[in-house]
């Protein structure tokens, strides 16, 4: 089953769905957002009753809006138990203390981190949301300029949010270890049997080091044979922890020097937020991962990667780091920022008046043109933008 809420749902999901008669929920949020009656719609109560008649009846939800249904409707089940796990990265730490004793992290309510004393602290750390989304309020405090910094932007007027409080919640947040190493976001599912199948492994590349953003994320066949079998085995440890079956995830872990995975955290029931990744894999490589999750299928990477075993397939993330509010951007040229790729295969568009993007790009590149991903990895974006007058 699919559950779909807002912000966004793309069409080759919805084609997906489409195409094979998956059932979608008919919840009135996914009725405001999906206006195709021809779709296999079911009734909530359906719905509930397939759960309720098979707990490890696999969903799938594009947006983790959709996931207070299952609270609202199981909050005692061990699915809510596990996605509250998930969604809490304070729980998240807990429920792995015993796979990393030597990790450190505290929760913290935002009115106290004004008060916290340096002394208390240990450099380097993160600060984030305890329940958070897109790297908002994301901080990597390197020392005590770092931390006087971060704090003057840890307020209230600056964390207003247009998700709801289960996807974004600023009110607590997590102090906790910096992670060294490179970071590699993983889609991903449990199978009926509990073994973790991965679906695409994307290096997220950052400008420096203590750049929290989203921008550039990396997939290749080379990539995901280099660290495949390593992330199966550790996602099943936690998956096995907690009875996982028929489950997708998105998981961003760091890799350090000596092969160390440590993880950064877990997103329940779905796969890269705002359809991204997933579309990545079906629109610019050719595999559908929704469909793979639905009908239990193991990727053969030599097949998918045949005759682009040279090629990068990126995930442009286009935040607004231009320093402009959006009510002074007057335009964005879109067309011009696909000229400077190689192969730009989607131009996804969103209204930056209403979302906290300009949208995203899906990028095809040759191993010998990876200039052009450092080029809008350190861009900020102002060369397409228009400003108001």
């Given at each position: 089953m699919y559950l779909i809420d807002k912000p966004y749902v793309s069409e080759f999901l919805l084609d997906t769905i489409?195409?094979?008669?998956?059932q979608i929920i008919a919840t009135k949020e996914a009725k405001e957002l999906v206006k195709d009656t021809s779709l296999n719609w079911i009734s909530e109560k359906e719905a509930f009753m397939n759960i309720i008649n098979n707990p490890y009846q696999p969903i799938y939800s594009n947006s983790e809006n959709a996931l207070n249904w299952i609270e609202n409707n199981f909050n005692k089940s061990e699915l809510s138990k596990q996605i509250r796990i998930f969604k809490d990265k304070v729980a998240f730490r807990e429920q792995i203390k015993a796979i990393f004793p030597d990790f450190k992290f505290q929760k913290i309510n935002l009115q106290d981190i004004q008060k916290i004393a340096t002394e208390e602290l240990s450099f380097p750390f993160v600060i984030k949301p305890s329940v958070g989304f897109l790297s908002l309020g994301v901080y990597i405090i390197k020392d005590e300029n770092d931390w006087i910094n971060a704090k003057k932007k840890l307020v209230p007027k600056n964390l207003k949010s247009i998700f709801p409080k289960n996807v974004l919640d600023t009110s607590h947040f997590i102090i906790e270890d910096f992670i060294e190493g490179e970071e590699y976001a993983i889609d991903y599912y449990h199978n009926d049997k509990g073994e973790v199948v991965i679906l695409n492994i994307l290096h997220h590349i950052f400008s420096s080091g203590t750049d929290t953003n989203d921008r550039v994320y990396s997939t290749s066949k080379a990539i995901i044979n280099k660290h495949k079998t390593e992330l199966e085995n550790f996602l099943s440890i936690i998956g096995n922890q907690l009875n996982l079956r028929n489950f997708p995830a998105h998981a961003e872990v760091r890799i350090?020097?000596?092969?160390?995975?440590?993880?950064?955290?877990?997103?329940?029931?779905?796969?890269?937020?705002?359809?991204?990744t997933a579309d990545l894999s079906g629109i610019a490589v050719g595999f559908n991962s929704?469909?793979?999750?639905?009908?239990?299928?193991?990727?053969?990477?030599?097949?998918i990667f045949q005759g682009?075993?040279?090629?990068?397939?990126?995930?442009?993330v286009l935040d607004n780091n231009s320093g402009i509010t959006p009510i002074n951007i007057a335009k964005f040229n879109y067309k011009a920022l696909a000229n400077d790729f190689e192969n730009p295969i989607l131009v996804r568009q969103l209204e930056i008046n209403k979302y906290p993007l300009f949208g995203f790009v899906f990028a095809e590149t040759e191993q010998s043109n990876k200039d052009e991903l450092s080029h809008i990895l350190n861009s900020n974006l102002m060369k397409y933008i228009t400003v108001r007058e």
């Open positions: 489409r195409e094979n008669n998956y350090d020097k000596n092969g160390k995975i440590t993880p950064v955290e877990i997103n329940p029931l779905r796969f890269g937020g705002w359809c991204t929704y469909k793979y999750f639905f009908e239990n299928i193991r990727p053969d990477w030599d097949d682009k075993e040279n090629k990068i397939f990126s995930l442009i």
